[in-house]
């Protein structure tokens, strides 16, 4: 069965300073693996997404993860973090059998110190 | 603003009563995911329409129901309610073909007292 294991619970970074979330999926084929960000009160934003191809993939707001099949992983990185980035990061994986929903995992809260 | 709408954001009720919750999708979006996302449970898989019928099944309730009507807008029935209903609970939309890519409404805070 598929699951995500995010083992950071919570995670404080100095603003400016790089950062580096963790995401360890369990799948029996190539996934779908997918990285969302939730702020306080709002719903989920898609920062990215790999399906197959460059194992290094780009999203959004100078977020990058890097899929590594011989770890499981797929670790989420960003060069310098920024005060606006504090919030709720969850990984997911995609069911492929048909229905395409996620497994997500239990999120990582990120806070920004100035 | 990922394009999905939900309502209401906010709804308190009492314990036995009924709710229903509603998705507007994406345009051009034929599949609506509902999630629920607790405090004890994390965001958990309740189900998928795609077109009208139901495609998948997840984590959801008897007490839970939910439909697709011909313009592509969900309705999420949550009936009996209990305590540990209280949660947030998403919508999602997908394109045909997209390989999955789920685009998020912003939720609705359910509350039950």
């Known amino acids: 069965a598929q699951s995500v294991t995010q083992p950071d619970i919570h995670i404080t970074v100095s603003e400016g300073a790089s950062l580096e979330l963790r995401c360890n999926y369990s799948?029996?084929?190539?996934?779908?693996l997918f990285w969302y960000v939730q702020s306080p009160g709002q719903g989920l934003q898609l920062l990215l997404k790999?399906?197959?191809?460059?194992?290094l993939v780009q999203g959004i707001k100078g977020f990058e993860a890097e899929f590594k099949r011989s770890q499981s992983s797929f670790n989420l990185r960003k060069p310098s973090v920024h005060w606006s980035d504090a919030a709720e990061y969850f990984c997911?994986?995609?069911?492929?059998?048909?229905?395409?929903?996620?497994?997500f995992g239990t999120g990582t809260r990120l806070t920004v110190i100035p | 603003d990922s394009g999905v709408t939900q309502t209401p954001k906010h709804l308190i009720t009492a314990t036995g009563q009924r709710v229903t919750l509603r998705c507007s999708p994406r345009?051009?979006?034929?599949?609506v995911y509902w999630y629920q996302q607790s405090l004890d449970q994390g965001l958990q898989f309740l189900i998928q329409?795609?077109?009208?019928?139901?495609?998948a099944k997840g984590n959801i309730l008897e007490r839970f129901s939910a439909q697709q009507f011909p313009d592509l807008h969900s309705e999420l029935n949550l009936s009996s309610l209990e305590l540990g209903d209280s949660a947030l609970y998403f919508c999602?939309?997908?394109?045909?073909?997209?390989?999955?890519?789920?685009?998020f409404g912003p939720g609705t805070r359910l509350t039950v007292l």
């Open positions: 999602a939309s997908s394109a045909p073909g997209s390989t999955g890519t789920q685009y």
């Open positions: 329409y795609y077109n009208g019928e139901e495609r």
């Open positions: 799948y029996g084929a190539t996934p779908y």
């Open positions: 790999y399906f197959s191809g460059d194992t």
């Open positions: 345009s051009g979006d034929l599949s």
């Open positions: 997911a994986v995609g069911d492929q059998t048909g229905a395409n929903n996620l497994f």
